[in-house]
């Protein structure tokens, strides 16, 4: 719980993704942010390593790809496939731009889409392991959100306890 108190509301894009993570629990990994050079997030002005979202999907999909399980490598094309739905639904039903749109578009579904052709090559797919790999996906994707939501909620009521104090 700590870890989910520790970011600010102020760095949360529309979904409730983190922006950046703290370097002082980073940067004592043998000097490893050194390696690799600190940033300074444009959100919080402190030193930060910034996610990459789009480092980690690929790293997904390649361990997902050397997998035996087939079932595994659907599961993983599901959960790519919901997280671009979850980009690209806010920009169609608000007509509002998604700062995801595009990697959702040219990123997301095209690598699910791959994903379950190649999975579907070496295993039957049947319409109830579809099924069942979809909701696998989604119940993968609603940990992230889960969690954000809970962290959001923990943040509001710690800007109400310390309004409650400053009043009295």
Known sequence: MALLRSIPVEELDIFGN?????????????GWLDRMGTQICPRCKSITF????????????ITASMSTSNFF??????????????????????????PGLWSAVFLYIPISSY???SAGKNWELSASITILTILSGMLLMLIPITAQRIRIRLTEQEGLKRERHDVE
Do not use: G, M, W
């Open 50 to 61: 910034c996610t990459n979202e789009h480092a980690f999907l690929l790293q997904t999909c």
């Open 73 to 98: 490598k659907s599961t993983i094309a599901s959960l790519i496939f919901v997280n671009a739905i979850i980009h690209i639904v806010p920009t169609v039903v608000f007509k509002h731009y998604s």
């Open 18 to 30: 983190s922006c950046c993570f703290n370097d002082t629990c980073c940067r004592t990994v043998s």
């Open 115 to 117: 994903s379950y052709y």
